[in-house]
């Protein structure tokens, strides 16, 4: 540039319209973060915890994000789609069964006063117990360092099979106590292949760790 003529021939761009920025809708879910949540239900109204398509299908999963889409908690496009929210959960469960301590991981809002709203959009069989801010990467599926499975069954299962037995039928200590010294056999580590279908013997996927495995004793309920 050889003077001021030169500099005032330069076309000056005008700063952009802030206004136009200002008047854009903030969205409310840029500050969600992975968190672990801890729910309790009992599964007899419902086709298990995991997703499935179908109108008559009715999951935990289907009402835990229609109430996080309500509370606000997640974007409401996420509740049909909850990979968006990174959603995963500890283990799934069968229909009718029941969990009391069943843990989940998802991108949400990560106010804790949120648990109380989010449980006024749950059915009265499904409960949010506490919200856990957890890192980026948590999974609650890969990150479970256990399970505990409780079981309800009969004591005439446990009758000797030699015997012609009815309901009425109860087992003393020394039947609970040889029982628990068959379950003691699947304590470590062990394939189970043959529980299941597809799985070859000695194929990794079949191998599980059983820390404890106990019968406890009968009891009877409004017997």
């Known amino acids: 540039m050889d003077g001021l ?7 000056v761009m005008d700063k952009p319209d802030r206004g136009a920025e200002e008047d854009r809708p903030v969205y409310p879910w840029k500050r969600a973060k992975k968190v672990a949540a801890m729910l309790s239900f009992s599964g007899k109204n ?8 179908g109108d008559n299908i009715h999951t935990i999963e289907d009402e835990l994000m229609s109430a996080l889409s309500k509370s606000g908690a997640i974007d409401p496009e996420w509740e049909k789609v909850p990979q968006k929210a990174f959603f995963s959960r500890a283990s799934r469960t069968d229909k009718g069964v029941s969990a009391a301590r069943m843990t989940v991981s998802l991108k949400m809002l990560p106010d804790k006063s949120l648990v109380e ?3 006024s959009f749950l059915p009265t069989d499904i409960r949010l117990q ?4 957890a890192t980026g990467n948590f999974n609650c599926q ?3 360092d256990g399970r505990t499975y409780l079981y309800l069954l009969p ?7 030699e015997e012609v037995v009815t309901e009425g039928w109860h087992c003393g200590p020394d039947t609970i106590m040889c029982v628990n010294k068959v379950l003691q056999e699947f304590v470590g580590s062990h394939f189970y292949h043959n529980f299941t279908s597809g799985k070859l013997p000695m194929e990794p996927s079949s191998r599980r760790f059983i820390q404890e495995f106990e019968a406890g004793k009968p009891f009877e309920r409004e017997g």
Not at 5 to 11: A, F, G, Q, T, V
Not at 130 to 133: I, N, S, T
Not at 155 to 161: E, Q
């Open 5 to 11: 003529d030169d500099l005032n021939s330069i076309d």
């Open 46 to 53: 419902y086709h298990g915890m995991q997703r499935n398509p």
């Open 117 to 119: 709203e989010i449980n």
């Open 130 to 133: 506490a919200l856990v801010r």
């Open 142 to 144: 890969t990150h479970a």
């Open 155 to 161: 004591t005439f299962a446990f009758s000797p099979c």
